[in-house]
């Protein structure tokens, strides 16, 4: 009896979503993006898996999404043009991941899929111009937070670049944050953090090491 009450109220549901589908289906395709957004918005809301941020995929304006100034990870030219070769021929099959900042999203995530978004002509016609994303979570809002979450999305792909990590590196340490945060915010082992410490060459950062206080030479 459960079953079937459960299979009636789905196709309720159901009949209901394809009205609302009619309805956007009719508008002007400016509208239809809007109203389908908060459509999506309102599901989320409600949804068992809102804490997920892939629950909830938007598609806003390219031109409202900005790169961040930290990122790490650079790709070459040929891995650029397979990326956009891969998105022209299979489509978003990732959004892009943001942290909304005032009126615009900065990309915590998907820097070169912003960016074939934007530059290539092929899919930013097809995709009016829009680009998928979804929101960083509520906790990770803060810069440094964010900072790591590129990181980890970065080397989880096994990509990032030696120079800019060192920045980076510097960046989380003058901010409070000690070598086990560090290490295990950004996915290293002790010794890598060191390693990136040492390249900086800045003696500040290594006031949380203890050292002997004097050399005996043989």
Not at 27 to 56: G, K, T, Y
Request: charged share 30%; proline share 5%.
């Amino acid at each position: 009896m459960g079953d079937l009450i459960t299979a009636a109220a789905v196709d309720v549901i159901r009949e209901k979503a394809r009205v609302l589908a009619r309805e956007i289906a009719a508008m002007p395709a400016d509208v239809q993006v809007a109203a389908l957004n908060a459509a999506r918005e309102e599901l989320h809301a409600v949804s068992p898996f809102r804490e997920e941020p892939v629950d909830l995929v938007l598609w806003v304006p390219a031109d409202g999404v900005v790169a961040n100034d930290y990122n790490p990870n650079k790709v070459a030219p040929p891995e650029m043009r397979l990326l956009e070769h891969s998105i022209v021929c299979d489509g978003y099959t990732q959004p892009i991941v943001t942290h909304q900042q005032g009126d615009v999203r900065v990309v915590v995530d998907g820097f070169h899929r912003n960016r074939v978004g934007r530059e290539s002509k092929i899919v930013r016609a097809r995709v009016k111009g829009h680009l998928p994303v979804v929101q960083i979570r509520a906790e990770r809002a803060d810069e440094t937070e964010r900072m790591a979450s590129t990181i980890r999305h970065n080397r989880a792909r096994g990509k990032h670049g030696v120079e800019p990590m060192t920045g980076i590196v510097s960046y989380l340490a003058k901010k409070g944050w000690d070598n086990e945060k560090i290490g295990r915010e950004l996915g290293m082992d002790p010794d890598e953090v060191l390693r990136f410490k040492q390249i900086t060459g800045l003696a500040e950062l290594f006031q949380d090491r203890e050292f002997s206080e004097a050399w005996d030479a043989e």
